[in-house]
């Protein structure tokens, strides 16, 4: 249900191809490890949570996983504001409800520039949670959800660092949490990303559009529940683009762009309240920036009482 500002929008990131430089049109931000474990539980009533990032990338690989030297070092600080409102209303045998998600972020890229205000909004008309079903003695729960980017967020064409794409992306994904016992659980979040074009993307670029290409990213986690509401375990993302991005209409070719990360997390459930700690280490980067990164979440969920596959 969340984003991240995993990926910068540095406008366009150099690549290297067959011997010769061409440039590429990035992501835009996404939720890369935002969400993580029990991620599927739900149920009729609200949510609201809270969402902290630190993200530090230390290097730039390009389209053969080599470093890009001229590319600076990007630190960045996001906050990101969620409020679902689910129904005891049924639409395909799952109770519907909307979605809103606000951003706020402070980026520095070094030379490129220093930016800070609101990122895009994304918006949900679109949440189905199936109740939980039991599968022998295991348990599943489902969700889907049909994401909107609105780009409204601080975006100016002559600076090179952005916090919005300046486009508008959708963004569904389907989630589930599988508890094969009552101690283990496995969460998978898996997204389909469609971009639309910037028609005024950077001066720098010297370009009339840009358009970043559909990708396919996910989030996966397995945990351990240890005493007092307490699951410890490990969880990864990936995002893996699956067609050219576009400059002025034309494709770009050899130029994929894909991050991986793998770390440890910990949540610990407290019923209305659940606390979330995940770390991250970046790895087999290609046209992306790579580093590590700190997610820090707390959920609100009135009603809700802890212990396996409770929701709200």
């Not at 249900?1 to 990926?7: A, F, G, P, W």
Request: net charge neutral; aromatic share 10%; hydrophobic share 40%.
């Amino acid at each position: 249900m969340t984003r991240t500002l995993q990926h910068i929008l540095l406008a366009l990131l150099p690549a290297w191809s067959a011997g010769h430089a061409q440039m590429h049109s990035a992501e835009p931000t996404v939720n890369l490890g935002d969400t993580s474990f029990l991620d599927a539980l739900g149920g009729p009533g609200l949510l609201l949570e809270q969402i902290g990032d630190a993200h530090h990338s230390g290097s730039t690989t390009d389209s053969l996983g080599h470093t890009v030297r001229s590319a600076p070092a990007v630190n960045s600080i996001s906050g990101l504001t969620h409020g679902v409102d689910l129904t005891k209303h049924h639409l395909f045998g799952a109770w519907y409800g909307t979605e809103a998600i606000l951003v706020a972020a402070h980026v520095n890229a070094g030379e490129p520039g220093v930016v800070g205000g609101f990122g895009d909004l994304t918006v949900s008309p679109l949440v189905l949670q199936w109740k939980q079903k039991k599968i022998g003695s295991t348990l599943l729960n489902q969700r889907f959800v049909l994401d909107f980017e609105v780009p409204i967020g601080e975006y100016r064409q002559h600076l090179a660092t952005s916090l919005s794409s300046h486009a508008f992306t959708v963004h569904p994904y389907y989630a589930f949490t599988f508890f094969p016992t009552h101690r283990i659980e496995t969460s998978w979040r898996t997204h389909y990303l469609y971009n639309g074009a910037n028609n005024s993307p950077a001066i720098q670029t010297n370009a009339r559009s840009t358009q970043a290409g559909q990708a396919i990213h996910f989030n996966a986690t397995v945990a351990y529940r240890l005493s007092h509401g307490i699951w410890l375990g490990a969880n990864g993302y990936f995002l893996k683009q699956i067609t050219d991005p576009k400059v002025n209409g034309v494709n770009l070719k050899a130029s994929p762009e894909q991050v991986g990360s793998i770390g440890p997390g910990l949540v610990w459930d407290r019923g209305q309240y659940l606390f979330y700690i995940n770390g991250y280490h970046e790895i087999d980067a290609l046209n992306s920036p790579q580093g590590n990164k700190l997610v820090l979440r707390m959920q609100w969920i009135p009603g809700r009482h802890p212990g396996i596959g409770s929701g709200n």
